[in-house]
C-alpha cells in the first residue's frame, strides 16, 4: 500500500495539522485516507456536539447515518473531499484554514507544522472519530473551527461544489476553454481572479503567488490588461505549481528551491530572505490578501525584467517608485469575491426594486379597477332605489293628506254634535226656568192681589199693559244669565283645547210676551 501514498509514510502516532490547506494538501490527504480506509465497514462513529462544524445535519443524526456503512470511494474537488458510501447521503468535509484528517498510525498530511502532540487518541481538537471493524480509526480536527461537515445525496450537482470552478488538477481544460472564461475580462486584479473558487477550485494564497512569481506577473494588475501571452503563462504555471505540490504529497521540504514559497516564511526574522540573485522578498496587500512578491522580476507595469540595465538591484528611489505604484493599484485591485457580492447584492436591489414597483403599480391598478366596480355598483344601487324612494313619498304624502282630511271632518262633526247638544240643554233650561219664574210670579201676584200703585197707575194708564209679571220675568232672566248653570261648567271644562278655542255661544230664550 505504500505505492499508493508515498513511501516515506510513517507509521508514529504524530498528529499534524494542516495549516490552511489547499488543492495539495486536500489531495494528499485524500490518497492517504483512501489507502488505509477504502471498502472497510464503519463499526463506530462519535460526533462531538459542535453545530458550528456540522453544518445542516446533527451529530446525532449523522452518527446513524454513517454507522453500518462502507467507504466505496473518496473524491475531492477544489478544497472539498467527501465519502462515497454503499448507500447515500454521503459525508462531506471542507478543512478551513486548519482542518485534517487524521488516521491513527499514520503522519497527516502537512506542509508546514503549526504543532503537534505525541502518542495520543484521539488527536486534539478532534470533532469527528470513526472506527472500522478492523481496528482503523479515522478522525477529523479543526482547532480554529472554520471547517465543515454535511450530509448531502449527490455533492458534486449540490452546493457548494456546483458553484465551483474547473479543478487545475483533475479538469484538464484546454487553453482555449480558459481564455473564454468571463474572468479574463475581469477589472479586478489577476491575483483577486485567481483565489476566486468559482473561477479555479481550490487555488489559496500560496499557490496564486508561487504562480504569478514564476509568470514575473505582480499579483495587482488587473485580468483584463494581460495580453494573451501572459495568460496563457499563468494557465501553465498554474497546472504546474499543483502538480509539482501533489507530487510531492504536500510535503514543503520537497518544493523546489527556486520556489518563492521556500522563502516567504522568512519575512519575520531579521535578515532578509533572498532568491534568485539576492532579490529581496516583499510584502503587499492585494484584494486584502497578503501577496509574497519579488519586486525585481514582477514589475507592475506587467514587463518581466529580472534585473537593472547595469544587472544590479533596483535603487532605493525605484523602490519607493515601485511601492507608490503598488499602492496606487490598489484602487483597482478589489478582491472579486467583494466585487462578485455587490455585484450581486446591487442586482438584488434592482431586482427587489423593479418587484417593488411592479406589485406597486398592480396594486394600483386593482385599486382602480376595484373602485370603478364600486361605483358602478353604487349607481346602479342608486338608481334601483330612487323611483322606490318617490313612490314611497308620494304614498306618504297622500296618506297624510287623507289622514288629515278625515280628521277634520271627525273633528267639525264632533263640534256641530256638541253645540247641538248644548243649544238643546240651554234652551230647555231657560224655558222651563222661565215658565217656573212666571208661575210663581203669578202664583204671588194672586195672593197679594195689586199694589196700590199698580191700582193707581191703572186708573190713571187704563190701556197700558199691567208690567210687573213682564218685569218679574226679566229679573229672574237676568240673574240667570249672570249665575250660569252647573252642568253648563262642567260642559265647558270637559270640552277639551278646542272648544277653550273657540267660543262657545248660546241662544238666549225670547222673552215670553203676553
Same mark, same amino acid.
Given at each position: 500500500?505504500?505505492?499508493?501514498?508515498?513511501?516515506?509514510?510513517?507509521?508514529?502516532h504524530l498528529?499534524?495539522?494542516?495549516?490552511?490547506?489547499?488543492?495539495?494538501?486536500?489531495?494528499?490527504t485524500r490518497?492517504?485516507?483512501?489507502?488505509?480506509?477504502?471498502?472497510k465497514p464503519?463499526?463506530?462513529?462519535?460526533?462531538?456536539?459542535?453545530?458550528?462544524?456540522?453544518?445542516?445535519?446533527?451529530?446525532?443524526?449523522?452518527?446513524?447515518?454513517?454507522?453500518?456503512?462502507?467507504i466505496t470511494?473518496?473524491?475531492?474537488?477544489?478544497?472539498?473531499?467527501?465519502?462515497?458510501l454503499?448507500?447515500r447521503?454521503?459525508?462531506?468535509?471542507?478543512?478551513g484554514?486548519? #482542518?485534517?484528517?487524521?488516521?491513527?498510525?499514520?503522519?497527516s498530511?502537512?506542509?508546514?507544522?503549526?504543532?503537534?502532540?505525541?502518542?495520543?487518541?484521539?488527536p486534539?481538537?478532534?470533532?469527528?472519530?470513526?472506527?472500522?471493524?478492523? #481496528?482503523?480509526?479515522?478522525?477529523?480536527?479543526?482547532?480554529?473551527?472554520?471547517?465543515?461537515?454535511?450530509?448531502?445525496?449527490?455533492?458534486?450537482?449540490?452546493?457548494?461544489?456546483?458553484?465551483?470552478?474547473?479543478?487545475?488538477?483533475?479538469?484538464?481544460?484546454?487553453?482555449?476553454k480558459? &481564455?473564454e472564461?468571463?474572468w479574463?475580462?475581469?477589472?479586478a486584479?489577476v491575483?483577486?481572479?485567481l483565489?476566486d473558487?468559482t473561477?479555479?477550485?481550490?487555488?489559496?494564497?500560496?499557490?496564486?503567488?508561487?504562480v504569478?512569481?514564476?509568470?514575473?506577473?505582480?499579483?495587482?494588475?488587473?485580468?483584463?490588461n494581460?495580453?494573451?501571452?501572459?495568460?496563457? &503563462?499563468i494557465?501553465?504555471?498554474?497546472?504546474e505549481?499543483?502538480?509539482?505540490?501533489?507530487d510531492?504529497y504536500?510535503?514543503?521540504?520537497?518544493?523546489p528551491?527556486?520556489?518563492?514559497?521556500s522563502?516567504?516564511?522568512d519575512?519575520g526574522?531579521k535578515k532578509?530572505?533572498?532568491?534568485?540573485?539576492?532579490?529581496?522578498?516583499e510584502y503587499?496587500?492585494?484584494?486584502?490578501?497578503?501577496?509574497?512578491?519579488?519586486p525585481a522580476?514582477?514589475?507592475?507595469?506587467?514587463?518581466?525584467?529580472t534585473?537593472?540595465?547595469?544587472?544590479?538591484?533596483?535603487?532605493?528611489?525605484?523602490?519607493?517608485?515601485m511601492?507608490?505604484?503598488?499602492?496606487?493599484?490598489?484602487?483597482g485591485?478589489?478582491?472579486?469575491?467583494?466585487?462578485?457580492?455587490?455585484?450581486?447584492?446591487?442586482?438584488?436591489?434592482?431586482?427587489r426594486?423593479?418587484?417593488?414597483?411592479?406589485?406597486?403599480?398592480?396594486?394600483?391598478?386593482?385599486d382602480?379597477?376595484e373602485?370603478?366596480e364600486?361605483?358602478?355598483?353604487?349607481?346602479?344601487?342608486?338608481?334601483?332605489?330612487?323611483?322606490?324612494?318617490?313612490?314611497?313619498?308620494?304614498?306618504?304624502?297622500?296618506?297624510?293628506?287623507?289622514?288629515?282630511?278625515e280628521?277634520?271632518?271627525?273633528?267639525?262633526?264632533q263640534?256641530?254634535?256638541?253645540?247641538?247638544?248644548?243649544?238643546?240643554?240651554?234652551?230647555?233650561a231657560?224655558?222651563?226656568r222661565?215658565?217656573?219664574?212666571?208661575?210663581?210670579?203669578?202664583?204671588?201676584?194672586?195672593?197679594?192681589?195689586?199694589?196700590?200703585?199698580s191700582?193707581?197707575?191703572?186708573?190713571?194708564e187704563?190701556?197700558?199693559?199691567?208690567?210687573?209679571?213682564?218685569?218679574?220675568v226679566?229679573?229672574a232672566?237676568?240673574?240667570?244669565?249672570?249665575?250660569p248653570?252647573?252642568?253648563?261648567?262642567?260642559?265647558?271644562?270637559?270640552?277639551?283645547?278646542e272648544?277653550?278655542?273657540?267660543p262657545?255661544?248660546?241662544?238666549?230664550?225670547?222673552a215670553?210676551?203676553r
Amino acid at each position: 500500500t505504500q505505492s499508493t501514498w508515498g513511501p516515506d509514510l510513517e507509521t508514529k502516532h504524530l498528529c499534524f495539522f494542516v495549516f490552511m490547506p489547499e488543492l495539495p494538501e486536500v489531495e494528499a490527504t485524500r490518497q492517504i485516507v483512501t489507502g488505509l480506509c477504502l471498502n472497510k465497514p464503519i463499526k463506530k462513529v462519535i460526533a462531538e456536539d459542535d453545530e458550528l462544524i456540522f453544518e445542516g445535519v446533527s451529530p446525532r443524526d449523522f452518527e446513524k447515518a454513517l454507522t453500518g456503512r462502507t467507504i466505496t470511494d473518496i473524491k475531492r474537488k477544489g478544497k472539498h473531499l467527501w465519502l462515497e458510501l454503499d448507500t447515500r447521503p454521503w459525508a462531506m468535509m471542507h478543512f478551513g484554514m486548519t #482542518g485534517a484528517l487524521i488516521v491513527d498510525g499514520a503522519r497527516s498530511i502537512i506542509y508546514r507544522e503549526s504543532f503537534k502532540k505525541g502518542d495520543s487518541w484521539p488527536p486534539r481538537f478532534h470533532k469527528l472519530q470513526i472506527e472500522f471493524e478492523d #481496528g482503523t480509526k479515522l478522525a477529523y480536527a479543526d482547532p480554529r473551527r472554520l471547517g465543515r461537515i454535511r450530509l448531502q445525496q449527490d455533492p458534486p450537482h449540490e452546493s457548494p461544489l456546483a458553484e465551483l470552478g474547473f479543478d487545475p488538477l483533475t479538469d484538464n481544460i484546454s487553453f482555449e476553454k480558459f &481564455l473564454e472564461s468571463k474572468w479574463m475580462k475581469s477589472k479586478a486584479a489577476v491575483k483577486a481572479v485567481l483565489l476566486d473558487q468559482t473561477f479555479a477550485a481550490g487555488v489559496g494564497n500560496w499557490i496564486a503567488d508561487e504562480v504569478l512569481y514564476q509568470s514575473r506577473i505582480h499579483p495587482a494588475i488587473p485580468m483584463v490588461n494581460l495580453d494573451e501571452e501572459k495568460k496563457k &503563462l499563468i494557465f501553465e504555471k498554474l497546472h504546474e505549481v499543483v502538480k509539482t505540490a501533489v507530487d510531492a504529497y504536500a510535503k514543503d521540504a520537497k518544493f523546489p528551491d527556486d520556489w518563492i514559497f521556500s522563502h516567504r516564511w522568512d519575512s519575520g526574522k531579521k535578515k532578509e530572505a533572498s532568491l534568485l540573485g539576492g532579490h529581496p522578498v516583499e510584502y503587499i496587500k492585494v484584494g486584502g490578501r497578503t501577496s509574497a512578491i519579488v519586486p525585481a522580476v514582477q514589475q507592475l507595469s506587467g514587463t518581466s525584467a529580472t534585473t537593472t540595465s547595469k544587472g544590479e538591484t533596483p535603487s532605493k528611489g525605484r523602490k519607493k517608485k515601485m511601492k507608490k505604484e503598488v499602492e496606487e493599484s490598489k484602487d483597482g485591485a478589489q478582491d472579486t469575491a467583494q466585487e462578485k457580492a455587490l455585484a450581486e447584492k446591487e442586482k438584488t436591489k434592482s431586482k427587489r426594486g423593479a418587484a417593488r414597483r411592479s406589485a406597486a403599480k398592480s396594486a394600483e391598478m386593482e385599486d382602480e379597477e376595484e373602485e370603478e366596480e364600486n361605483t358602478e355598483k353604487r349607481k346602479k344601487k342608486t338608481q334601483k332605489k330612487q323611483p322606490a324612494k318617490k313612490e314611497t313619498k308620494k304614498q306618504t304624502t297622500s296618506r297624510s293628506r287623507k289622514v288629515k282630511a278625515e280628521t277634520d271632518e271627525a273633528e267639525d262633526e264632533q263640534e256641530e254634535e256638541e253645540k247641538g247638544t248644548e243649544g238643546a240643554q240651554t234652551g230647555e233650561a231657560t224655558t222651563g226656568r222661565k215658565r217656573k219664574a212666571a208661575a210663581a210670579a203669578n202664583k204671588t201676584t194672586k195672593k197679594r192681589g195689586p199694589s196700590k200703585t199698580s191700582a193707581k197707575k191703572a186708573k190713571t194708564e187704563p190701556n197700558e199693559p199691567n208690567d210687573s209679571k213682564e218685569k218679574d220675568v226679566k229679573m229672574a232672566e237676568q240673574a240667570e244669565e249672570e249665575q250660569p248653570d252647573k252642568h253648563e261648567e262642567h260642559e265647558q271644562q270637559q270640552g277639551g283645547e278646542e272648544r277653550e278655542q273657540k267660543p262657545q255661544t248660546r241662544r238666549r230664550a225670547p222673552a215670553k210676551c203676553r
